[in-house]
């Protein structure tokens, strides 16, 4: 029986389907073709100890270096086994597998305590985070929003449960620290009467005599009369040491828990974007080839986990279509588009200081009409006076983000971009909006900052006008909040609503270009941060605010989704749900950093209100702390003081120093890291077009050379 040849890899090149001899091949040999790879000119990637390609090295030293090395890994495989769930099998193999090495475990007696005390915490701590994950309201909601209107509006729900989950916390704390307190302290005082004598004048916010019905409702739109001495507010809760320590701190637990949270799903989500900029998790072949989950059931789910690949791609289109125009532009039309980008951003910068000077004269104008009879004599008038400032900015909101919205695309930047310089004008014209009426309410407050006026000498603040200035403050917070809900209510119904009827109404193109509406998600993100930064400023001085706010945003959550539903089309430009999951708690956290600078002012150095709070006599709020502490054992005292000198603050400085220098220095190495193994991957994928490229050329060689 004649005996088969064997096959050798240096036989690249044989004419004939039998292998000739070594002597006899002609053609390059494996070695040779090796020697070539992009790759071999470095030994960085295959350790220390390894030759080159193509080494001279007999067969057999060759065939028992495998052989040794296929034993190391089958005994380190033994060693170290793989998990079942990262085995490529069925899931009844992977079952049999797992029953198997159990099995093994048990009867070798392999594990020590510790190990197996880690594995169990490791499948406690993976339940747990399922449990929790299953807890999650509205998952298969927002899972459905995703898939059928794109990761952006899904990003605006999250954003929005993550934000009641922030108040339904702050709600429970304020219950906790601040309620309780007042109801088991013992008997509530009543408000001070007109009576009452003080240096400070009097405070009597109790309504006289009857009150009709219209005037209930405008008290509870205004906050005034029955509203006016209730736990919504600051005045109503009585000077007791005790409540005055839960109620301060009270607002910085709530403000580190704040910070925190937002610090985590910041942190969370600047990962997935830098993965995404990155581009190791952007390329179309994640997409395609690994972006399907395979435990889908029913066709709903498959259908929405369809769209969310699609909303992907149609994002990953566009940006790659913005950033190939940008990489071709010359210098002429890199100076045209930057000259284009200044002009736009100094007409931004125009309209905010119109917008500004608007509100600061609207804020004065109803200072003075707020002192006219005619306007006091009107209630009507008078809740509409009141409300002036809020209208005006909630107008010039209603302007402004139209026109960044047409200026936003001129200026050529990527979809995430635009998005990203929206959110930042819309979220500075609110907020610095906010700003404006607060320093309005502060020159009110301090007399302009002069403690030496007549109406601020006696007091420290203009008593005549605002005896009880931080209930003043809460109230305005409170219209504020309740306005911006009824606003977003009154839109939906006689501007949302309305289109989608003449969309129905009238089919024709007038119908669709009318009627069709999209989802906008830089404003709907922007009225949130707004909202939530007004409970911020107010929680101070209207404790039950995020109360209302939980309840506001429940409500604003079905609307929304029923708005979403019923009267919206898919967005024609998505982007990113990483840049969104980073960029929103970005601005959040900067709203909360803006929002504590009006709290803690107002705590550190302007004097609380002598005729209401739980604060009176103190010649500042934060003067009840030092006061409490005084009262602690000597002991307590001593550690307490201890924290604020310089024993305590230069070794802590010095340990942080050290751990943050520690931390830059293992992120560097890391990234090196990384680096490296990126060009790893760009070689090895160099190597497989070399290598392809030969086949294709030795192929067509062979053919060339083989007879007809």
Known sequence: MEERPTWEPEAWGSPGGWLAPREARAGPSLSSVLNELPSAATL??????????????????????RLQTMAEAAQQELEEPVPSREL????????????????????QGSGSRASNCALKFRRMKEKTKEGLHTLQPWAWTLKR???????????????????????????????????????????????????????CGFYNPSPQGLVTFPNHLLNLLSGEGFLEWSPLFYGFYPPRAHLAVTYLCSVFVIGLLYLLLIL????????????????????????????????????????????????????????????????????GQQARVWSVRILLNLLVIALLGAAFYGIYWATGVTVELQETPSVQQMPLLKLLVDYLPSIFISGVNFLLPPVFKLIAPLEGYTRSHQIAFILLRTVFLRLASLLVLLFSLWNQITCGGKAEAEEC???????????????????EMYKLLLFDLLTG??????????????????????????????????????????????????????????????????????????????????????????????????????ALTISAVPVLYSIFLIPPSKLCGPFQGQSSIWAQIPESISNLPQTVQNFLFFLGTQAFAVPLLLISSILMAYTLALANSYGRLVSELKRQIETEAQNKVFLAQRAVALSSATGALRPP
């Not at 100890?49 to 060759?62: H, T």
């Not at 000498?457 to 109230?475: A, I, M």
Request: some cysteine; overall charge positive; aromatic content about 12%.
């Open 44 to 65: 960085r990637y295959r350790g220390p100890g390894v030759l080159p390609w193509g080494a001279s090295e007999e067969e057999e030293e060759d065939g028992e270096r």
């Open 88 to 107: 490529p099998w069925p899931m009844q193999a992977r079952r049999t597998h797992r029953k198997s090495h159990t099995r093994d475990q048990v009867a």
């Open 145 to 199: 929003i995703g898939g059928q209107f794109g990761a952006g509006t899904e990003s605006y729900f999250s954003l929005l449960r993550f934000l009641l989950l922030l108040n339904v916390l702050a709600s429970v704390i304020k219950a906790c620290m601040t309620l309780l307190p007042t109801w088991l302290e013992g008997t509530l005082p009543g408000p001070p009467g007109s009576d009452t004598s003080s240096p």
């Open 264 to 331: 985590h799903r910041s942190v969370s989500g600047l990962k997935q974007t830098l993965l995404a900029e990155s581009g190791a998790l952007t390329s179309y072949s994640h997409r395609v080839f690994t972006a399907w989950d395979f435990g889908l059931c029913g066709d709903v789910h498959v259908r929405l986990r369809q769209r969310n690949i699609l909303y992907e791609l149609q994002v990953e289109l566009e940006e790659a279509v913005v950033r190939r125009q940008a990489a071709v532009r010359t210098l």
């Open 457 to 475: 000498k006696t007091c420290g603040y203009n008593y005549k006008e605002l005896p009880c200035w931080e209930t003043r403050l809460g109230q």
């Open 489 to 590: 209510v009154a839109v939906m119904l006689l501007i949302q609503f309305p289109r989608k009827l003449l969309c129905g109404l009238c089919p024709g193109v007038l119908g669709r270009v009318v009627g069709t509406q999209e989802f906008q998600v830089p404003d709907e993100v922007l009225g949130l941060i707004y909202a939530q930064t007004v409970v911020w400023v107010g929680s101070f001085f209207c404790p039950l605010l995020p109360l209302l706010n939980t309840a506001k945003f429940l409500l604003l959550f079905y609307f929304k989704k029923f708005t979403l539903f019923s009267t919206c089309s898919p967005a024609s430009r998505t982007f990113r749900a990483s840049t969104a999951n980073f960029f929103f708690p970005l601005v959040l956290l900067l």
